[in-house]
């Protein structure tokens, strides 16, 4: 009976999903066609994506409590661990935020339409080549007030581990004066209950998982509690070891993310 639930819920959150999209691409054609300076167009395309994302939280009952967070004209570059896109939804439901994500990302269909509709920057990580440029251009951004989240694992994972940092965008931070704050992502409860790791593939997008099939399986879910965390801030200089700057806000934030437990890979060691 359970399952039949689920399988009607998805539905329903669905339908629900597919008509807040549909207002939120309007508003942003609107915004679009009507702002003609880009700095202001990306601001309203933030406020957009994060007034937009706060209601699919509450219609999906997904429940964010945040801890520490920084005040909110603090400008920063949030750098933090990625699961899938429910660790997005979280973290832009905490207030406008410019995200860096893929060249790769802006070439696929809707879901390209869906981030440049969200004020997001794009970096090219198939060719290093620019990448020096591409962090000037995100200390810009930060240097105009924008608050910039990057992900410096540079892919999603299947939430067993935070994987190192890369260092180069990060130092961003550095080049627009503004400090870094890591901050972690975590699951608390699903369901009610306790996060497992049958949870997983609800929970995580990762790998060659769609992303129709991955929304789908965690639309199927009654309700969902996660947790933000701010760490302390990181205050990079132009001259520091990227590596060193990379390898600390790597620590800060994976000593506190709580991993999902693989029990057949423990199995498989022990045997």
Not at 21 to 49: C, P, Q
Not at 209 to 227: D, I, K, T, Y
């Amino acid at each position: 009976m359970e399952k039949v639930q689920s399988k009607f819920r998805a539905l329903y959150r669905f339908i629900v999903f597919i008509l807040l999209v549909l207002g939120y691409l309007a508003k942003g054609f609107i915004i679009h066609w009507t702002v003609k300076n880009a700095d202001e167009r990306r601001r309203r395309f933030m406020w957009l994506a994060h007034s937009t994302i706060v209601v699919i939280l509450k219609k999906f009952n997904i429940t964010v409590e945040v801890k520490n967070p920084p005040p909110s004209e603090d400008v920063c570059l949030l750098v933090g661990n990625h699961i899938g896109f429910i660790d997005i939804l979280s973290i832009a439901s905490t207030g406008p935020i410019c995200f860096v994500t893929s060249k790769e990302m802006h070439e696929t269909p809707v879901l390209g339409l869906l981030t440049e509709m969200g004020g997001c920057m794009y970096v090219e990580r198939r060719r290093r080549a620019n990448i020096v440029n591409e962090m000037q251009e995100m200390a810009a951004e930060m240097r105009k007030g924008f608050r910039v989240l990057l992900y410096p694992e540079a892919t999603s994972t299947n939430g067993e581990q935070v994987l190192p940092f890369k260092k180069t965008l990060i130092m961003s931070a550095a080049y627009a004066g503004c400090p870094i704050r890591p901050y972690v992502f975590n699951f608390k409860s699903v369901n009610n209950g306790e996060v497992e790791f049958k949870h997983q593939d609800y929970l995580c997008w990762y790998g060659d998982q769609s992303f129709v099939g991955a929304l789908w399986r965690s639309l199927q879910l009654n309700s969902l509690h996660v947790e933000i965390e701010f760490l302390e801030p990181i205050f990079p200089n132009v001259d520091d070891d990227r590596g060193v700057i990379a390898r600390k806000a790597h620590h800060a934030v994976a000593s506190k993310f709580r991993p999902f437990v693989n029990p057949f890979r423990d199995l498989e060691a022990l045997g």
